[in-house]
């Protein structure tokens, strides 16, 4: 069994992310209690082509294990030879498959959740990459296609036969993208179907859901992707009510203030092409999801979205905590991820 399930450990995982778990997000959120980190999913044909850009998004600091690194393809002797790379370069705790991407660039490639309607070729990618590395391997799937084809069991039991150690499983249909509600019956349903761990993934946004999923179901993790994005504090929040029971306060307007300049300032430090301009660019995203649950949030948003400089950031920072001065207790009231996006 791996480590970080063992002696009736729950890990709180980060769901890997396209664009959002990069090297300096994935930092913040292991300082604020996620316990396994997964990197964004890397291209196996990047790996292969030795592209620099590719083998970036690889990297990690000791710090931050353990941490496996999330590859994507649909070639089983290329996707082998890519997480041989991958194991020389920086010896992961584990490798991960991504078997359930919903994009359409990765499914046209017959890659990510596409994998989900051809299951000997998922088993032969699984087979290959267990076979090629010394380290764990593991698989993050959708429960299925669409809503008539789903075959989360069938999937999960076939990955166990090939050696996979561990799966992740979103609770939505690749057709879902990420609408509707998670089938947390279904991932339950997986979990009681193999012997090796299942994590369980969507609409986790709160220490209630996660106590509500150890509880109703037999998985041995939850992985917490969107509500970490808007809120990282939500990995911290939730240990602090599996402990006590009790809904601890939420993060601070001036934490969370600070969060985002100390984010940037890592971003810069890491170097974007060396261009603070490009990294605050790059980061407006990051910015306008962090803004969600602070009173203000649309004007903030707004303000976010033509930001470029570090001291644009810290500008906009002052006035907006000046600003809270004037409202009413209620008005002045922070929110978790749990209530993020409803015009706050």
């Known amino acids: 069994m791996l480590p970080w399930f063992k002696d009736n450990q729950f890990p709180l995982y980060l769901a890997p992310m396209a664009g959002v778990t990069d090297y300096v997000f994935r930092e913040i959120c292991k300082e604020l209690g996620a316990d396994t980190l997964?990197?964004?999913?890397?291209?196996?044909?990047?790996?292969?082509?030795?592209?620099?850009?590719?083998?970036?998004y690889t990297e990690f600091p000791d710090g931050q294990r353990p941490v496996g690194v999330q590859l994507f393809g649909s070639h089983p002797e290329n996707l082998a030879k890519a997480a041989q790379k991958v194991v020389d370069w920086k010896r992961p705790e584990f490798i991960d498959i991504n078997f359930g991407c919903p994009v359409n660039k990765v499914v046209s490639r017959n890659g990510g959740s596409s994998m989900?309607?051809?299951?000997?070729?998922?088993?032969a990618v699984a087979e290959a990459l267990v076979n090629a590395v010394d380290v764990p391997v593991t698989a993050k799937i959708r429960i299925g296609w669409d809503q008539i084809s789903i075959n989360a069991v069938e999937v999960c039991r076939l990955l166990e036969s090939t050696g996979v150690q561990?799966?992740?499983?979103?609770?939505?249909?690749?057709?879902?993208?990420?609408?509707?509600?998670?089938?947390?019956?279904v991932i339950g349903e997986c979990a009681e179907s193999v012997s090796i761990p299942v994590i369980?993934?969507?609409?986790?946004a709160s220490g209630v859901d996660v106590e509500k999923r150890k509880r109703e179901t037999k998985v041995s993790g939850v992985m917490i992707g969107r509500a970490a994005m808007q809120y990282p504090w939500v990995f911290r929040d939730a240990k602090h009510y599996l402990k006590t029971g009790e809904q601890p306060t939420p993060a601070s307007a001036d934490e969370r203030w600070e969060l985002m300049h100390h984010h940037a300032a890592m971003a810069i430090a890491r170097g974007h092409r060396g261009n603070e301009r490009q990294t605050l660019t790059s980061m407006?995203?990051?910015?306008?999801?962090?803004?969600k649950g602070l009173p203000g949030g649309k004007i903030l948003r707004t303000q976010f979205s033509q930001i470029s400089s570090i001291t644009e950031l810290e500008d906009i920072a002052a006035k907006h905590i000046a600003s809270l001065a004037d409202l009413s207790p209620r008005h002045r009231e922070l929110s978790g991820p749990q209530l993020a996006g409803k015009g706050i």
């Open 116 to 123: 989900l309607r051809d299951c000997p070729a998922l088993a």
């Open 284 to 291: 407006r995203s990051r910015l306008m999801a962090y803004s």
């Open 166 to 185: 561990a799966i992740a499983i979103h609770g939505r249909t690749r057709a879902q993208g990420y609408t509707g509600q998670a089938d947390w019956d």
């Open 38 to 56: 997964v990197t964004e999913f890397v291209s196996a044909e990047g790996i292969l082509q030795q592209d620099d850009r590719t083998r970036r």
């Open 200 to 204: 369980g993934n969507g609409d986790i």
